[in-house]
């Protein structure tokens, strides 16, 4: 009897710390990276000014041909809405809408995730003029709740994120640039 209030004891310690250590942990999350593309801004926007462009470049809809998909709204206007619904873990279901849009450089979205985890982000993609040609910039921003913010230390965003993002960063520039 001893041992197992020891054994209890040490689980609930165990558990205090890791609440404890959580709580000193920052939930933000911003994540972005940028490609240079050799075309002006407004020869990029078009690739980017509405959901249905950059799902012709975005590597998560590529992951599953077969996934649902279902558009509501005005594309390319606040309030425009694209969801898809996938079996494939690593694509999961969502929605994303259209926040805003600041011709001919900046779309910003409200991403809605339901699996493999619920979760929100705020999402972008920002145009620049870079010499004769354009800065892309694609990213988000989101908040990890209290106590799994405490994941992050064990987390590698770059790591976990960057391939997919350089990846249709790349498949924008080539879209762009033909």
């Known amino acids: 009897m001893r041992i197992l209030k020891k054994i209890l004891l040490a689980i609930v310690a165990l ?3 890791v609440l404890l250590v959580a709580a000193f942990v920052d939930g933000k999350i911003k994540f972005e990276r940028s490609v240079t593309i050799n075309a002006p801004v407004d020869k990029v926007w ?3 000014n509405s959901l249905a462009a950059m799902n012709s470049w975005s590597p998560f809809v590529s992951k599953d041909p077969d996934m649902k ?12 809405r694209f969801c898809w619904e996938s079996q494939k873990k690593d694509v999961g279901k969502g929605c994303q809408t259209i926040k ?4 001919p450089s900046l779309i910003e979205t409200d991403l809605k995730f339901y699996t493999p985890y619920e979760s929100e982000a705020q999402a972008f993609v ?3 003029a870079a010499g004769t040609g354009t800065r892309a910039t694609w990213g988000f921003n989101s908040e990890m709740p209290y106590p799994f913010r405490i994941m992050k230390l064990f987390m590698n965003m770059e790591k976990m994120m960057d391939p997919d993002f350089t990846t249709g960063l790349q498949q924008l ?6």
């Open 15 to 17: 558990v205090l710390l």
């Open 100 to 103: 805003s849009v600041s011709a």
């Open 173 to 178: 520039k080539k879209l762009a640039e033909q």
């Open 126 to 128: 920002k145009l620049e």
């Open 46 to 48: 078009p690739h980017i």
């Open 69 to 80: 998909k279902t558009s509501e709204g005005t594309d390319g206007t606040p309030g425009a």
